[in-house]
């Protein structure tokens, strides 16, 4: 019960009936989770443009913000202006932020057995996160193809002064069966720590193939953790390249020629944006929901993870408009640098580590903007049946899932995963996430207004649902 109507019920009759009155036609505070209010903010996220609008704002306008960019500079700048439009209470976190920068980028096959006279092959490729630079001439070295760590230790004594390219092809099967995500972590390893392996084992520079389920010869970028000591040059190669390396590498030697020119540069400002709808009862009390608001240079991050970013803030908007104000503060955060290291989630944790008590739960969505299915949460299996009256709100869109893990590791929240907080994600079709992840081909126009609004729609109802519930969740299992 709120405290005006705490206070009205010591009123007389008539003064009680006139403060109820006034109350409703104000819309003051949280009428609830009812069935009424839950389909209300269901129904208006589903009718509005405005996450879209601002995601063309995003990526249209600023266009790509890796971290320390004047792009990214500029994104934080455009939330925080669109959040203080709509009321919100913004605070823009200060975050220190990598700021590599990506250079000249060429590659070619430049001896084979059965090479023509005068014949070379260009190979498409682009720099790693992290990558280090070859020469401005670049270098010419021989490609030793392997397929996983075994093979490259088992090959160790050919490594010293060559090339390493590590052949592992997605699984776009897994992919079209719900299991985008294990298809990734399966190889996504070899591009995050293959150059470093390779590196420490004395090859000149790395390669890894692509990690995307569509093969239009269209390389996928992403961070690999070099070290200063071994920065060597690293890049991702096109599926189509690396698997005509390795057929020629099966007839015999083959040499590239590799020009890679990035430059890592000292450490950058920037920030998280928050942005608060403040509680009505339980104000100290928080629940996140966020995205993350930086994406690679190569495109301009419509899906990873601009549409993360809008969708939240299309929270605050699906209320605000509804005149609806939650009984605990809903927080929406944009995340910085989640791509380079997550370094705007660990800013927050560290911030408010004393304070997570206070957290009661936190959602992220960054799978992209395939069509909502439901939820995943990182909650108990005690806490999964206070959820029906929320499963029952979603249900007329398709979205009434409701899956649980120990935990999600999500980007920018397994830290506050870690410490206890419950964590909540959209499930998603990731079908065909990997196509554009991390490419050239992750734009604006890849990205369905109505799947956004269903995105508007699962997190908007979320985040009222968890910031009004009675009792508590409880915390997410230890970790």
Do not use: C
Request: hydrophobic residues 45%; charged residues 20%.
């Amino acid at each position: 019960m709120t405290p005006v109507l705490k206070n009205a019920l010591r009123l007389t009759p008539l003064m009680a009936a006139l403060a109820t009155v006034l109350f409703t036609a104000g819309a003051q505070a949280a009428p609830g989770n009812d069935p009424a209010t839950l389909a209300s903010i269901r129904d208006t996220a589903m009718k509005s443009d405005w996450a879209y609008e601002r995601l063309a704002d995003l990526t249209d306008l600023v266009g790509p913000r890796l971290s320390g960019s004047p792009g990214a500079a500029a994104a934080v700048e455009q939330v925080a202006a669109a959040m203080r439009k709509l009321g919100a209470t913004v605070t823009l976190q200060p975050v220190k932020v990598p700021h590599w920068v990506r250079g000249a980028e060429t590659a070619e096959l430049v001896d084979y057995k059965g090479r023509p006279a005068g014949v070379s092959q260009k190979v498409v490729l682009t720099a790693l996160g992290g990558s280090g630079a070859t020469p401005a001439a670049g270098l010419t070295a021989p490609v030793l193809v392997v397929h996983d760590f075994d093979e490259l230790k088992a090959r160790a004594a050919e490594v010293k002064g060559r090339i390493v390219l590590f052949d592992l092809a997605f699984d776009q099967d897994m992919a079209e069966r719900g299991l985008a995500g294990p298809a990734y972590g399966r190889i996504s390893n070899y591009r995050v720590n293959g150059p470093r392996i390779a590196a420490e084992m004395g090859a000149v520079a790395a390669l890894v193939r692509s990690i995307g389920g569509a093969d239009f010869r269209i390389p996928h970028t992403g961070v690999t953790l070099l070290s200063d000591k071994a920065r060597i040059p690293a890049a991702a190669v096109t599926a189509e390249d690396a698997m005509l390396m390795a057929r020629l590498s099966a007839r015999g030697p083959v040499s590239m020629h590799l020009t890679l020119t990035p430059q890592t540069l000292p450490d950058a400002d920037s920030f998280n944006v928050i942005a608060d709808l403040p509680g009505s009862e339980q104000a100290d009390e928080v629940v996140i929901v966020s995205g993350h608001l930086d994406s690679w240079d190569l495109a301009t991050g419509a899906h990873d993870d601009g549409a993360g970013v809008a969708a939240a803030m299309g929270v605050f908007e699906t209320l605000k408009k509804l005149k609806l104000q939650p009984r605990r503060t809903i927080r929406v955060v944009a995340w910085m640098s989640e791509e380079s290291g997550g370094m705007g989630g660990s800013s927050y944790f560290n911030a408010n580590k004393d304070k997570l008590e206070k957290h009661i739960a936190a959602i992220e969505s960054d799978s992209g903007a395939g069509r909502p299915f439901g939820i995943q949460a990182s909650i108990g299996a005690p806490a999964m049946k206070l959820f029906a009256p929320l499963q029952a709100a979603l249900q007329p869109i398709g979205a009434q899932v409701l899956s649980r893990r120990d935990a999600l590791g999500t980007g920018d929240l397994h830290e506050i995963e870690a410490a206890g907080v419950p964590i909540f994600e959209p499930q998603v079709d990731t079908h065909a996430y990997f196509h554009y992840h991390h490419s050239a081909a992750d734009t604006l126009d890849k990205v369905n207004p109505g799947n956004l609004q269903r995105h508007v729609a699962v997190m908007s109802s979320l985040a009222w649902f968890l910031a009004n519930l009675d009792q508590p969740i409880g915390r997410a299992p230890a970790q």
